[in-house]
């Protein structure tokens, strides 16, 4: 029996609580099917002893017999406190030992630290040996000095990771003996940490790339790591220099940490760090790749593939359509990147096979442009998305009282307050901070969602992040379907809060209208006048407000009726009027021809209407469009949607800024009133006032 075992007994020992599956899970921070695995341990004991069995009820309730404390007879105080570390886990514990360590260890060492024989370290050696094998490293043996590593070092620290990983990643989890003991020689010193975890998120900010909560304390590990080994004087061995955008955010981390850590540093462990830089994800980060646009135009075919296959439209989500396209850009690139090992990944996808049928079913617009086969993790990260945009759909109009426990300050409480009011009908009735969550009875609230785990919380709780990720959405959801099925919850009709969110989502498209060249700085100026008075700050991406689709296609940015004598020149004509404007300089043209010459003529986004584009960074000067109706339709080279009668010019200058628009566009074209009314209308004023007419009605105002 094991310790996590144990502690469930005990949790289950208190006959008067409500005890969950999914509350058991996020206690001690395994999947619902590893408890249901306990769960079976356990009831082996029962029968075998004549108790009445645990049963599951509806909603992953556990009911217990009123024999079930007899189980503590049969539990030895030994169980609680003496914990016999398993084979594989004395394995782990000495690899972790022999790797960390720059000198030979003897096996009467490792024995010691295993509290075991030297005996049993030798009948475990050929498993240690190959376990660390596994990680391309070779455990040398010389008879008067031991044991120790040889490989490269990027091996070395790599393995390492891998041990860490399950011993760090889940801090505020329980953690087994084995875990907490090879941590000791992996972690580093509290005081380093600290210091590494502030330059880290100092950079992020800095270099406006913001790391997933798995990715940062990834990172954090390494870090940690390669400190420790820089202090034993162990350095990453020579890299072949390449090129990447991570560059110089991994020279001004290392900066940094070798002054306030006080090691030396090397171009090879800048080299090393920028490579993992670019490999990990990213919630959000300001690119300088050419591909940003071009990845928003296939991430909205592949939604628009999904939806039809699955036949459930999720293309209104506009969470869904941004969230998607910023995972993608860690798709698209020659090296795929490394994903965490996460229970609730896996339990997804083996509750949602159909979702993950239906994702592999759609690929290949995803695989062609990236040049690749997409390996088993990128697809499992894809179908989160799928999978988190579907129950967001499902829970919009769920009615629950919530409310939020975090651990991070009022700041922190906000922004997810205003992540979880964006995604689900919740009425978020208080904020408190996870101290006070032992004094909430369930007349408060429905249940509690919180920043960490609420060990003596009376009512049912969720842990999610603060950012509030697509496995958090799932968590949320499966949270909501518990309480859905264990009892009759009151289906309320809350009155709508005014927010600072709301009312600047009110007055934007007035202001744009109303005076369109000054917009944006007018917008500026009420968007800090409106969040002071709610006592908000100003997030720095608040700043960047998202014109509508009409706010760009104005009168004077459309043109009907012009003759071209292929797509080229359609594509040279629909730029001219952004061009003799300043939007674009002469060359973002040619690599806008270029672009389609290369790609192909995924730019068409339906039929008989394209939308070409360049990179960032190409000659673009300022956001824009215009839009031009043919006189006569010419072939792009797509059979489905040739031939274009309306080539939409778009100029982009970062991530975000058209996004509003671009989104809107799309799911504009799906209504064919819409193209036929563009097709009849006579001039450019009436042609103007139908997008704007359409636009009202597709987006959700």
């Known amino acids: 029996m094991n310790k996590r075992t144990v502690s469930i007994i005990n949790e289950l020992n208190q006959l008067d609580r409500l005890v969950q599956i999914s509350n058991l899970a996020e206690q001690f921070q395994v999947s619902q099917r590893t408890i249901r695995n306990d769960l079976n341990a356990i009831n082996e004991i029962l029968r075998e002893n004549h108790l009445g069995e645990l049963e599951l009820k509806s909603g992953g309730q556990i009911h217990r017999g009123e024999d079930f404390p007899q189980i503590l007879n049969l539990v030895s105080d030994k169980d609680y406190y003496v914990y016999k570390l398993s084979k594989e886990e004395r394995r782990t514990i000495a690899a972790a030992m ?6 030979y260890i003897t096996l009467s060492t490792i024995a010691d630290s295993l509290f075991v024989s030297r005996a049993t370290v030798i009948n475990d050696l050929d498993d240690i040996k190959a376990f660390i094998r596994s990680g391309n490293l070779e455990v040398l043996s010389h008879p008067n000095k031991g044991l120790r590593v040889e490989g490269r070092e990027s091996d070395k620290r790599l393995f390492l990771m891998g041990l860490g990983n399950a011993a760090d990643a889940a801090s505020a989890g329980v953690k087994t003996d084995s875990e907490n003991a090879a941590a000791k ?37 390494y870090l940690g790591i390669m400190v420790n080994r820089n202090l034993q004087g162990e350095y990453m061995e020579i890299r072949k220099k390449k090129d990447n955008t991570k560059y110089r955010m991994a020279q001004d981390i290392l900066k940094y940490i070798s002054q306030y850590c006080q090691i030396n540093t090397t171009e090879d462990e800048v080299q090393f760090l920028s490579e993992m830089l670019v490999m990990a994800r990213y919630i959000k980060q300001k690119s300088n790749e050419r591909e940003a646009v071009k990845i928003q135009l296939i991430t909205r075919q592949f939604i628009e593939n999904i939806s039809e296959e699955l036949e459930i439209n999720l293309n209104g989500d506009y969470d869904f359509f941004e969230n998607l396209s910023n995972h993608l850009e860690s798709v698209f690139t020659s090296i795929p990147a490394s994903y965490p090992v996460n229970p609730l990944v896996r339990e997804v996808l083996e509750d949602n096979q159909d979702v993950l049928e239906v994702v592999k079913n759609q690929l290949d617009i995803i695989c062609q442009h990236v040049g690749r086969q997409l390996t088993e993790d990128e697809i499992a990260y894809i179908t989160i998305h799928v999978c988190a945009a579907l129950e967001r759909k499902k829970n919009k109009e769920i009615a629950f009282h919530v409310i939020v426990a975090c651990h991070g300050g009022i700041g922190t409480s906000q922004l997810l307050m205003e992540r979880l009011k964006k995604h689900f009908n919740f009425q978020i009735v208080d904020i408190i901070s996870s101290h006070e969550a032992k004094n909430i009875s369930q007349e408060q609230a429905d249940f509690i969602i919180s920043t960490v785990p609420l060990p003596e919380c009376r009512i049912e709780y969720v842990i999610v992040s603060p950012m509030l990720n697509d496995e958090d959405y799932i968590r949320v959801g499966n949270k909501i ?12 009709v809350e009155a709508k809060e005014l927010t600072a969110k709301g009312l600047l989502e009110q007055l934007a498209p007035v202001i744009y209208r109303m005076v369109p060249e000054d917009a944006t700085d007018v917008m500026k100026e009420i968007r800090k006048v409106v969040r002071g008075y709610f006592k908000q700050s100003v997030e720095a991406d608040a700043e960047i407000f998202s014109p509508d689709l009409h706010h760009l296609l104005m009168e004077h ?7 071209c004598t292929d797509w080229r020149d359609a594509v040279h004509r629909s730029a001219e009027k ?8 002469e060359r973002y043209i040619d690599a806008m021809i270029h672009n389609i010459e290369e790609n192909g003529p995924y730019v068409v986004l339906s039929k008989g209407f394209a939308v070409p584009h360049e990179g960032l960074e190409q000659g673009s000067v300022k956001v824009g469009m215009n839009l031009i109706r043919l006189k006569t339709p010419v072939p792009f080279g797509d059979e ?37 009314r563009l097709r009849e209308c006579d001039t450019t004023l009436e042609a103007a006032h139908i997008i704007e007419e359409f636009e009202y009605k597709t987006a959700d105002y």
């Open 98 to 103: 022999l790797i960390s360590s720059s000198e």
């Open 185 to 221: 020689y992996i972690s580093v010193q509290a005081g380093n940490k600290i210091t590494i975890q502030k330059i880290l998120s100092e950079q992020e900010h800095l270099h406006k790339s913001f790391l997933t909560d798995d990715s940062f304390q990834k990172l954090l590990l």
């Open 481 to 492: 379907d518990a309480l859905r099925n264990s009892r009759h919850l009151p289906s309320r």
């Open 557 to 563: 940015h459309i043109q009907l009726e012009v003759e």
């Open 578 to 585: 952004l061009l003799e404007e300043g939007y674009i300089e």
């Open 640 to 676: 489905e949607n040739d031939p274009v009668e309306f080539v939409c010019c778009l100029s982009a200058v970062d991530h975000k800024t058209h996004l509003k628009a671009f989104f809107n566009l799309v799911n504009m074209l799906q209504n064919e009133e819409f193209k036929s």
